[in-house]
Each structure stands twice: as C-alpha cells, then as structure tokens.
C-alpha cells in the first residue's frame, strides 16, 4: 500500500499542513524577535474564500465570502480573541485578563478593511500598511442577554463568559478613566483600540 503524502512542517519535522482552523503556530508560540515580523501564510485548499496566517503573535483567518476576521493574539502581555464582522459592522473581542467579552459596533470608516487584513497576510512590507491609528471604547454596564443573535461565531466566542456591549469615544473626548481599567488590542499594524470601564462584577 502506498503512503499517503504528508506535507513538511515548517519547523523541518514532517508534520500536518498548517492549513485549516486557526490554531497554535506548529513551530510554537512567535519568539519576541525581530522574527516576530515574519508572516505564515497558506490557502485553504477546501474554499477559495478563505486565507490563514501568522503575523507576529497573531493568527489571523479570513473568510471573504461570509465577510469575518478572526483573530487570535497570544501575546502575554495582552492576549485576547476577536471576531470582526464586516456585514454587521461589528466587533467582537474576548479578554482573557478579564475573562469578559466586550461587542462594540466598529465605524468602517477608521477600521481596516477586509482586503486590508487579505493583503497583510500576503506581505511582510510594513510600510505597505496605513499609520497606525488608535481607538477608545468604554464598556457599558448593560449584558448581551442574547448572544445568538450576533450569529454562530460571536456566540462561540463569548460562551461561558459574560458579554457586555461598548461604546466609542469621539476623539478627543475627555475621559475621566483609570488607565488601569483598560485593555489595549492591537490589529496587526493598522491600529490600535484601548477598551476602557471597568467590567461589572469583576
């Protein structure tokens, strides 16, 4: 019986393509080098629609025709999960030093685009990307009582953590807020939101 073809590892072991769900990096967790730059990248040989990478401590999936994001960031100092959903224009990002899921509504505007993330993915030239810009939220003391209606991937996100909903500052607002209630997420290079207010019942 012939041996089935099985794709090298990018460490060098043989080893399961990389392909397919978002999941750890199988050389392990980026190295905080200048390494940390370089950027994995495979299609999905089952759907056209869909790309996975690695960028820094970042696993991203994009999936053009449903229009999500998904990102993954492992980083210590900051690690959370996120979905953008750019039909409902809606942002979606579990925080791990809260154990809490913050939604936000995104303004498309100021927002990286799809093809933003898709080019990304694509490149390891950082001055292709746009300025990085920066964000404010403020979490609000209302809970999603009703996850499902978000759709199947922000539920599974926020299962078994509350969900609360957050509101964007205008820019340039004052805030009276201790920095120490917020969490700062970063979107690869393009921009930055800090996610402010402290979570009730925590």
Known sequence: ?????????????IAPSPCGAIAPSPCGRPQE??????TQICQNTSDSHSLDGFVGTQAIHVDVLRGLVSIQDNNVLSEWNGIVDYKNA?????????????????????????????QALGTQDSGHYPPTRGLTYTVLPSRV??????GVPVQDLCRAVPAYFAQQQKEGSALDMDPESCS???????????????????
């Open 184 to 202: 700062e997420l970063q979107f690869l290079s393009f921009m930055g939101l800090s996610i402010c207010g402290e979570i009730p019942g925590l």
């Open 145 to 150: 009582k009703n996850l499902a209606q978000y």
């Open 33 to 38: 080098t200048e390494a940390m730059i370089e």
């Open 90 to 118: 809606l942002l979606a990002a579990k925080l791990f030093s809260k154990m809490a899921c913050v939604l936000a509504k995104m303004d498309l505007t100021v927002f990286p685009s799809l093809d933003d993330f898709t």
């Open 1 to 13: 019986m012939a041996n089935s073809a099985v794709a090298p590892s990018p460490c060098g072991a």
